[in-house]
Structure formats: C-alpha cells, structure tokens
C-alpha cells in the first residue's frame, strides 16, 4: 500500500511562488502516475498536474505556464513548483498516485493574499 505525505504548503502573496513535496512510501512508486489536485471551500476538487513515472507531465489549464511538476524516482518525491500565485489558486493541494485503490495524502493547505 502506498502512503502519500505532502509539505510545503502556506501563506503567500499574491505573485509569490511555493513548492510542494509529496514523499511516497510503499514498493513500486516509481513507475506510478503521480497527481496534484485541489480543493477550494465549496468546489469539486480538480486535477492540477500529473506525471508518469518517466516524467511526462500534463497540466489543468488553469495553471499552465505557472506550475511545474516533477519527480525525483531515488528519493521517491513529486514536487510541484508554484509560480505567479493567484488568489484563484488558494485551495488544499493533495497528492495522489494511480494505484488500485488510489491513494491520497492528507493535503497541504495553500492560501494566497490579494
């Protein structure tokens, strides 16, 4: 079973950038698909950013040009780079990786001033 811990998350400026860390544990991560999404009070989570295990990425419209994830398959960690913060972007990010069940991390909570 693989478990997911996200860090990295908190408060930011408007403009500010962040990154989030998503340490797996559990045998095979490597070679699984890795996802950020989000959650806002009063939305449906969406899917921000996802990456196979040879590191191709895709990425919500929303946040296209801005974030970046990445992988790093020896320590076992998903990072997202979060550039040009909006307000918009303030929701708690969770990570998740395509396993059967999926897995989901707790969520780091974001939140970005005007």
């Known amino acids: 079973q693989v478990r997911l811990v996200e860090s990295g998350g908190g408060l930011v400026q408007a403009g500010g950038s962040l990154r989030l860390s998503c340490a797996a544990s559990?045998?095979?991560?490597?070679?699984?698909?890795m996802a950020w999404h989000r959650q806002a009070p009063g939305k449906q989570r969406e899917m921000v950013a996802s990456?196979?295990?040879?590191?191709?990425?895709s990425y919500g419209d929303s946040v296209k040009d801005r974030f970046t994830i990445s992988r790093d398959n020896v320590k076992n960690t998903v990072y997202l780079q979060m550039n040009s913060l909006k307000p918009e972007d303030t929701a708690r990010y969770y990570c998740?990786?395509?396993?059967?069940?999926?897995?989901w991390g707790q969520g780091t909570q974001v939140t970005v001033s005007s």
């Open positions: 998740y990786a395509l396993t059967y069940p999926p897995a």
């Open positions: 990456i196979t295990g040879g590191g191709s990425a």
């Open positions: 559990g045998s095979g991560t490597s070679g699984l698909i």
